[in-house]
């Protein structure tokens, strides 16, 4: 129980200094942690086919303007320096959890088929 609960606090550690390292490389680019899902993945497409189009073009707008930095060598911050930045809002990331769950549940109602 205590080694647990030192594991823990090890890790909230460690996972706040992996979050601030990686909202640095993100901000660089000006993308967000949804923006590294990948599509091909079942979920992250059908949250993606659901979600508001102001939400997909937002995130194709993102994509391609790091591409362009990440091209030309530059950081957001060298056009932008006091663009306000959401590093990890979540927008389909609910969407994605829920389909999980769906997907999830289908196969346990449905688990006795497969015999």
Known sequence: MALRMIGDKVMGIMAKQYQAVLGNQLAQYGL?????LNEDEK????????????????RTRRLKRAIDLSYKRKSLQD?????DLELF???IYVDIEKIRARDQEFAQLNAHNKQ
């Open 32 to 36: 967000r942690y949804e923006d590294l």
């Open 79 to 83: 056009y932008a320096p006091d663009m």
């Open 43 to 58: 979920e992250v497409k059908e949250a993606l086919a659901l979600a508001d189009p102001e939400v997909q073009t937002a």
């Open 89 to 91: 809002k979540k927008e």
